[in-house]
């Protein structure tokens, strides 16, 4: 038997999490521990419910603070939102790829990035876009980057009393250009073989900042800090693209599995990681 638990505050959510000794199990929408559940793989004693504290299922913007999205906030939400998309249109467009309209419409943001598949969508992207995550227990709050976050698959920095709340984004600088492009080989509702995110500020024809972020292929996002800034101040021209991807893809060492060998995905990541580049110049 599972017991199910509805606090009606964080307060009273975080009081529970910490008196169970690691033995319950937070719930937002349900889509990925559902899943586990029903398979037999999982076998919750206890679930606390975050469906009936107030405040989670909201979206807000700050032109200083940027972008708050609540632990209750569904990929659909984030889709629809007219904030999100005026400010930020590359996360409305990333979430309208993860899974199917049932998924996005149960599933929250939060909770794809708190299961931590290594496929998830949305993780580059935030990463690109600078995002944190607040963590909230007993013990007080604090945020995470998402290099702190991300740990390894369907691991995270989280520990095991603190529920996130809400991710951060901050205000894109006017001129970034961002975008999120996937593969995901026969069907496009499938989880991606691929996913990369990238964000460019150029002046003049040459670029002044670029991030790359691309996952999937490996435990958590990858990121190219090395190749990122041997291209600053340089004309962004199809050559100098084509030796950015090479050089992002020479040493990376995909996971092999059953979507494709080490060889193909650094293959298609090049391929990706070129062509976001060339939406960024667009
Ligand atoms: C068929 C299918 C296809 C999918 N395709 C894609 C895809 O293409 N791309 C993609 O990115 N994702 C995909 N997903 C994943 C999906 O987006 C996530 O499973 C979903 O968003 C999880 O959110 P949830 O609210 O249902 O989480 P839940 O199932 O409620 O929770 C998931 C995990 O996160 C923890 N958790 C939840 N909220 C919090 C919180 N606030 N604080 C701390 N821990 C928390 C839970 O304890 C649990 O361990 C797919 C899933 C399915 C079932």
Redesign the pocket.
């Known amino acids: 038997m599972t017991d199910f638990e509805f606090p009606t505050s964080l307060e009273e959510a975080c009081q529970s999490l910490s008196q169970s000794a690691g033995e319950a199990?937070?719930?937002?929408?349900?889509?990925?521990?559902?899943?586990?559940v029903r398979h037999q793989i999982f076998f919750p004693t206890r679930?606390i419910s975050?469906k009936r504290i107030p405040g989670?299922d909201r979206i807000a913007f700050d032109e200083k603070e940027g972008l708050g999205i609540g632990?209750?906030v569904?990929?659909a939400q984030v889709e629809s939102s007219p904030i999100v998309r005026q400010h930020y249109p590359a996360l409305a467009q990333c979430?309208h790829?993860?899974?199917?309209l049932?998924?996005?419409n149960?599933?929250?943001?939060?909770?794809?990035?708190?299961?931590?598949?290594n496929?998830?969508?949305?993780?580059p992207l935030l990463g690109v876009l600078g995002a944190k995550v607040r963590?909230r227990s007993l013990r007080g709050e604090r945020l995470l980057s998402m290099a702190e976050f991300h740990v390894d698959i369907?691991e995270?920095g989280?520990k095991e009393d603190?529920?996130?709340?809400e991710i951060v984004i901050p205000p894109s600088a006017p001129q970034a250009r961002t975008a999120y492009l996937?593969f995901?080989g026969n069907s496009p509702?499938?989880?991606?073989i691929l996913?990369v995110a990238g964000s460019l500020i150029c002046e003049d024809g040459r670029c002044a900042e670029v991030k790359i972020s691309v996952g999937s292929l490996a435990a958590v996002p990858m990121s190219f800090e090395a190749e990122c800034e041997a291209l600053k101040g340089k004309k962004i021209t199809a050559a100098a693209i084509k030796k950015f991807a090479r050089a992002c893809t020479a040493t990376m060492e995909p996971i092999p599995d059953a979507r494709g060998s080490e060889w193909y995905k650094k293959q298609v990541a090049e391929v990706y990681i070129r062509r976001t580049l060339e939406t960024l110049m667009k």
């Open positions: 199990r937070l719930i937002a929408g349900g889509v990925a521990l559902m899943v586990l679930l975050l989670l632990a209750l569904t990929h979430v790829h993860v899974g199917n049932r998924v996005r149960m599933g929250t943001l939060v909770g794809d990035l708190c299961q931590a598949d496929h998830s969508d949305p993780a963590a369907y995270t989280v603190e529920i996130v709340t996937r995901s509702v499938d989880w991606p996913g």
